[in-house]
């Protein structure tokens, strides 16, 4: 069975500092992952995804991922936080977009 | 384009209650999805439709949850009885088809005392 872990339940950086959430994953096949955010009261927006190719993938907001098979990750970064950011980011695996399996999220902070 | 509009935004019944979501997706997708955020807690999903048919239901605790999607629009989703346990957010989810993105509705947040 698919799973995704996220190690970090709860996150806090200064803003202008960078920025890595950590996902391991569990699938049995090539994996599809995801990365979504969630504002409070939202629903969750797609970040960014892979699916093949380049390993290093661009999202919206200036965010990417690193798939890393060996280490079975995909991680999430940002260079340089905006007090915006400030969310809750959930990684997922899933078979294409359907069948998707979500982590239980980790909530960044921004302070001033 | 208007996005997927979910109602009501909260609802505060008692257990043993009965309770219903409605969902309407973005115009002409096929594809929707009903998933369960219980606090602390990635979604999970409990229903898909692809136009009014059931793809998959099997994490849909069929006992006291049902959902519709009459005509391959509107959905809604029920809890009869309600139990202590069911205090999430509900959310819902269209897509053009299953294989494309999903896009989100803003959800329904379910309190059971």
């Known amino acids: 069975a698919q799973s995704v872990t996220q190690p970090d339940i709860h996150i806090t950086v200064s803003e202008g500092a960078s920025l890595e959430l950590r996902c391991n994953y569990s699938?049995?096949?090539?994996?599809?992952l995801f990365w979504y955010v969630q504002s409070p009261g939202q629903g969750l927006q797609l970040l960014l995804k892979?699916?093949?190719?380049?390993?290093l993938v661009q999202g919206i907001k200036g965010f990417e991922a690193e798939f890393k098979r060996s280490q079975s990750s995909f991680n999430l970064r940002k260079p340089s936080v905006h007090w915006s950011d400030a969310a809750e980011y959930f990684c997922a695996v899933g078979a294409g977009y359907q069948k998707v399996t979500f982590g239980t999220g980790t909530k960044l902070q921004v302070i001033p | 384009e208007a996005g997927v509009a979910q109602s009501p935004r909260y609802k505060i019944i008692e257990k043993r209650q009965s309770v219903a979501f409605w969902c309407n997706p973005i115009s002409g997708h096929a594809t929707l999805y009903w998933y369960q955020q219980i606090l602390g807690q990635g979604p999970k999903l409990l229903i898909q439709?692809?136009?009014?048919?059931?793809?998959?239901d099997s994490q849909l605790p069929k006992d006291r949850f049902s959902a519709e999607r009459l005509k391959g629009v509107d959905s809604t989703l029920k809890i009869q009885p309600a139990k202590l346990e069911d205090s999430a957010v509900y959310l819902c989810?269209?897509?053009?088809?299953?294989?494309?993105?999903?896009?989100f509705g803003d959800g329904t947040r379910l309190s059971i005392l």
């Open positions: 989810a269209s897509s053009l088809e299953g294989s494309q993105p999903q896009h």
């Open positions: 439709f692809q136009n009014n048919g059931v793809v998959d």
């Open positions: 892979y699916f093949s190719g380049d390993t």
């Open positions: 699938y049995g096949a090539t994996p599809y």
